[in-house]
């Protein structure tokens, strides 16, 4: 009796090797990461080096001590985790701290699932709910931009649009008010605003996913429902009371709403595989994300949404089945 052993997904039927596709993840980010070194400086190049670093060695070491198996550091997965957890944190965030971010990264929310094509959940952000949770304060420390800076003491932090508008619409204020506080749209679709890492240039983050949509890294469905209705939602709360609710192009280009939908979301391993799947996916995503931070107490919803949907995919993933080969359909 021969044993069929099937590995775990993604499950792509192409030239394409994993090792090239997730080294094309790694080049899209490119110039999301030249921006972000540029407002802020030797301490996000410190970050991320840490945080890359990091991940590399903890994957090795589990692989090797611990599961006792072949050793996959090189495939550029445990690569692309210590990238996008360096860039959904401060600039600010102590070192040790990204360390401990990148060990629950892999070690839990990767390697106890068994590794790359087993994990249910996305591991940098469940790095990033981590962090958040144990250490808020350094988490929610977010430096200002200050053009390429080597300085790594006194650095001058300050709260980021979206905590601008959410702290003072809790009390009561002006939304539309508020938003003339912050800089302007076309300043912080560049990326010259306070936040986390990576997630400051919608721009760039958009340069990066057309690439991976022309390489055929990335498919279109989560991207557009998820920031398609994200949108909707936010144009209906702005337009029922504009005066509590902030517009959606401000939602736009602020926070982790690109990097999440074009780089979290779309996650092969934690995405539906069929296309209504991903559409639905998107939706949800979009869904709880304007949720979370319209009404909800964090400033941001990105990591709490995706994480949600990841845990539904499962069930997604069995509600859109696509069509079996040589399937009879019934007319009628």
């Known amino acids: 009796m021969s044993i069929l052993t099937i590995s775990g997904s993604p499950h792509v039927q192409a030239h394409e090797s994993v090792d090239k596709i997730m080294y094309g993840v790694v080049f899209s980010l490119i110039p999301a990461a030249l921006v972000s070194f540029y407002f802020f400086g030797l301490p996000a190049i410190l970050v ?3 945080a890359v670093a990091s991940c590399l060695l903890f994957e090795f070491i589990i692989q090797k001590y611990l599961l006792k198996g072949p050793v996959t550091v090189n495939d550029g997965s445990a690569m ?13 965030l102590p070192l040790w701290m990204v360390v401990i971010g990148s060990l629950v990264s892999i070690g839990m929310g990767k390697m106890t699932f068994g590794g790359l094509g087993k994990n249910i959940f996305n591991p940098a952000l469940v790095g990033r709910v981590f962090l958040m949770i144990s250490f808020p304060v350094d988490m929610n420390m977010y430096p200002e931009p200050t053009r390429f800076s080597t300085k790594l003491t006194d ?30 749209y076309t300043s912080m679709l560049m990326g010259n605003m306070g936040g986390s890492i990576g997630e400051i240039s ?10 991976m949509l022309f390489k055929k890294i990335i498919r279109w469905e989560i991207p557009v429902a998820y920031i398609g209705s994200f949108a909707i939602l936010a144009a209906i709360l702005w337009k029922v009371d504009p005066q509590s609710y902030a517009n959606p192009m ?54 709490f949404a995706i994480l949600i949907m990841n845990a539904f995919v499962p069930l997604i993933n069995k509600g859109f089945k696509p069509k079996r080969f040589g399937e009879e359909i019934k007319n009628g």
Request: net charge negative; charged share 5%.
């Open 155 to 184: 650095v001058v932090t300050g709260p980021t649009p979206l905590a601008i508008v959410k702290e003072g619409a809790a009390q009561g204020e002006n939304v539309s008010e508020l938003v003339t506080q912050v800089p302007e």
């Open 202 to 211: 919608a721009l760039a983050i958009l340069l990066g996913g057309l690439y």
């Open 80 to 92: 692309i985790t210590g990238i996008l957890l360096a860039f959904i944190v401060p600039a600010s």
């Open 250 to 303: 401000f939602h736009l280009v602020t926070g982790g709403l690109m990097l999440g939908a074009i780089y979290m979301a779309t996650d092969m391993v934690t995405s539906p595989m069929s296309s209504m799947g991903m559409i639905v996916y998107g939706i949800g995503c979009g869904f709880l994300t304007i949720i979370i931070r319209t009404f909800g107490a964090y400033p941001e919803g990105v990591a």
């Open 48 to 50: 991320t080096i840490t």
